[in-house]
């Protein structure tokens, strides 16, 4: 069940900003011994790849923290980010770690499910991060954008670090979407309202 909770971390992580996730798992198992990339993935330890997610990952987070051209950055990542996290969810869920000792289990007879998973996981997170983005640049004119980018990025590093070290507090995560979604919601309804009201304010004047 670790390996799950490892590749769910992940996908999540790739949701909020495709890169981290693949970089850090290139990273940890070509320089240290906390990963163990199994044998279908050992392409993300290669120094040529680490290097292009680097440089991909250096765009990504100039590109997100600027008002309007992150918008146009989130419609590209719709495809990206979830396509990281398929990788991710398929990499993470068969690694050996210091805490999943014994992967594959799970998921030995089928090894596209966990793609298919990771590429959900991480497309449910894109849309809530690019629906959020509109309703943060509105409410604070654009200022909150690079804050947000910002916030989002430390938290895909943890996330990953703690999929990878710690998968049982990916829960902690996930709750915490459970109450996200709601707060999001209501806020879209309530910017809805207000445009709705200043434009009728408008035609009565």
Avoid: C
Avoid at 67 to 83: A, E, I, L, M, S
């Amino acid at each position: 069940m670790l390996e799950v909770l490892t590749g769910s971390g992940l996908a999540a992580s790739a949701g909020l900003n495709a890169y981290i996730p693949l970089l850090l798992m290139g990273l940890l198992s070509r320089y240290t011994d906390l990963v163990e990339l199994p044998s279908g993935w050992q392409w993300l330890g290669n120094g040529w790849v680490v290097l292009i997610l680097a440089v991909l990952l250096a765009v990504e987070m100039v590109a997100d923290k600027v008002p309007v051209v992150d918008h146009v950055n989130d419609v590209v990542q719709t495809v990206v980010r979830p396509t990281a996290g398929g990788l991710a969810f398929g990499a993470g869920a068969g690694s050996e770690t210091v805490t999943v000792s014994d992967p594959d289990t799970f998921f030995s007879s089928h090894q596209w499910v966990p793609v298919v998973v990771g590429v959900l996981i991480a497309l449910g997170v894109h849309l809530l991060k690019a629906a959020a983005r509109p309703v943060i640049n509105a409410t604070t004119a654009g200022v909150g954008a690079p804050v947000a980018s910002t916030a989002e990025d430390a938290t895909s590093v943890v996330m990953s670090v703690v999929a990878l070290l710690l998968p049982v507090l990916v829960l902690v995560f996930l709750l915490g979407l459970v109450f996200f979604v709601p707060w999001l919601f209501r806020r879209r309804r309530k910017r809805r309202r207000e445009r709705a009201a200043a434009r009728a304010a408008g035609f009565r004047v």
